[in-house]
């Protein structure tokens, strides 16, 4: 069966320190990924997915990124955070193909992001 | 464009009583639905999927949710509330291998 993993499940930052969060998939191949933020008491909002690696699509400007360098291995960073990065970080996975829009989508447990 | 709304914020029921959870969308086609449910500092987990199948689709823990096209609506309901569903849900629809979310409704279940 399919697992997904994302770590650290808490961390506290202060302001302007840099953020590597990693989430990798296991038991599927060529999935779809997805990194999402959810602001507190609000819906999710995607930041970045990807459908194979080394291709990245970012839905709203700011100063994350991410990076796929294995096919089941995503990686959101930033150089340099911000007081308004804090949040929840959820990465989720789909199976592969990107015209397939009928498939869910599959939730890690999260990472709680603390900027201080 | 695609977009999701959930018409209750919170919603409390007792438990043992039923529970009602409403969505509307907006589709210019044939859409695929979810219904995810989150327990606190925990990711999403799926309920239950719509995809142009039967129109009353049953999912995980006695939750089942009715597409109606004519209402545009995809209102999930479970027929006896449980302490452990306390929790927040959301309604989702699928465009173009992006979910779009609803904002999510928290349901309180009282002894």
């Known amino acids: 069966s399919q697992t997904i993993h994302q770590w650290p499940a808490t961390l506290v930052q202060p302001v302007g320190s840099p953020l590597s969060l990693e989430c990798t998939v296991e038991?599927?191949?060529?999935?779809?990924l997805y990194w999402y933020r959810q602001a507190a008491g609000r819906g999710l909002q995607l930041l970045f997915y990807?459908?194979?690696?080394?291709?990245i699509s970012s839905e709203v400007p700011q100063n994350l990124s991410a990076s796929r360098p294995q096919d089941r291995q995503f990686i959101l960073s930033s150089k340099k955070l911000l007081l308004s990065d804090s949040g929840f970080y959820l990465c989720?996975?789909?199976?592969?193909?990107?015209?397939?829009?009928?498939?869910?989508?599959?939730f890690g447990d999260g990472t709680r992001l603390s900027i201080l | 464009a695609q977009s999701v709304t959930q018409l209750d914020s919170h919603v409390s029921v007792s438990e043992g009583t039923p529970v009602l959870l409403r969505c509307n969308y907006s589709?210019?086609?044939?859409?695929?639905l979810f219904w995810y449910v989150q327990h606190p500092n925990k990711g999403l987990q799926l309920l239950l999927k719509?995809?142009?199948?039967?129109?009353l689709v049953k999912g995980i823990n006695g939750f089942e949710a009715e597409f109606k096209k004519s209402e545009t609506s995809f209102h999930l309901t479970k027929p006896s509330a449980h302490m452990s569903d306390a929790a927040e849900y959301f309604c989702?629809?699928?465009?173009?291998?992006?979910?779009?979310f609803g904002a999510g409704t928290r349901l309180a279940v009282h002894p």
């Open positions: 989720a996975w789909s199976v592969g193909r990107a015209t397939n829009s009928n498939q869910p989508q599959h």
């Open positions: 038991g599927t191949s060529n999935p779809n």
């Open positions: 990807s459908v194979g690696i080394g291709q």
């Open positions: 589709s210019s086609y044939s859409p695929s």
């Open positions: 719509y995809t142009s199948a039967a129109t």
């Open positions: 989702v629809v699928s465009e173009r291998n992006k979910l779009i």
